[in-house]
């Protein structure tokens, strides 16, 4: 069974502390995508990659970075964070073109910022 | 810039009644997925769709999609509480490999 899997169900962190969101995808999907949901804002695309060592940013940047330096991982950093960025992380990946079966979800990792 | 709009946003429905979620989207695609989520889950493929005329169907949902009205529809027959999850939208950008979303339909389905 394919698998996206993220490293942690639930993170609770300090404000001002660097954070480490892993995502390891065992399908060798050339892209790979980091969205956070918030109720009423679904789902806002923080950073992507197609391919090793490339990212572009998405709609949010902002607070964040992305590391990939192996095809099947892909890292988010909270370089310092924050309370707004308290929220659910979905990490998400897919084939070339997304086709013929769009993103693959892992199960999310749920980050408060106190 | 390819944008995506579902409606209604908020459901609440009877069991054992039919209704329809609507997806629009703005510019030219032919690549239209369906996503449910869970509370407290993440999002799980429903229906993938690539052509236009495409209809699936899974049990009690169908979803279908129209290119040349931009328009995709899921539709629901006799809701059963089980169905109870937010449903969203996507679709593929003409050019490169993203996905853009909708904002996602709350479905609550009332015994």
């Known amino acids: 069974d394919v698998k996206v899997t993220q490293s942690s169900r639930y993170l609770v962190k300090r404000t001002g502390e660097k954070v480490f969101l892993e995502c390891v995808q065992d399908?060798?999907?050339?892209?790979m995508f980091w969205y956070r949901q918030d109720p009423g804002l679904g789902l806002r695309l923080i950073y992507f990659s197609y391919d090793v060592k490339m990212k572009e940013k998405g709609d949010i940047p902002e607070g964040y970075s992305v590391s990939r330096e192996k095809k099947e991982r892909f890292s988010l950093i909270l370089e310092s964070a924050s309370t707004n960025q308290t929220s659910m992380y979905l990490c998400?990946?897919?084939?070339?073109?997304?086709?013929?079966?769009?993103?693959?979800f892992g199960s999310g990792t749920r980050l408060t910022v106190v | 810039e390819l944008k995506v709009e579902q409606n209604p946003l908020f459901l609440s429905m009877q069991e054992g009644k039919n209704y329809t979620i609507y997806c629009n989207y703005s510019t030219t695609s032919d690549r239209l997925y369906w996503y449910r989520q869970d509370p407290g889950k993440s999002l799980e493929s429903l229906f993938v769709l690539l052509s236009n005329g495409a209809v699936k169907q899974e049990g009690r949902l169908m979803a279908s999609l129209d290119t040349k009205a931009r328009l995709s529809t899921l539709h629901i027959t006799a809701a059963v509480h089980d169905l109870s999850a937010t449903y969203f939208c996507?679709?593929?950008?003409?050019?490169?490999?993203?996905?853009?979303f909708g904002a996602g339909t709350i479905l609550r389905v009332k015994s």
């Open positions: 998400a990946s897919s084939s070339l073109g997304g086709v013929p079966y769009g993103y693959t």
């Open positions: 399908m060798d999907h050339e892209n």
């Open positions: 996507a679709v593929g950008m003409e050019y490169g490999n993203k996905l853009v």
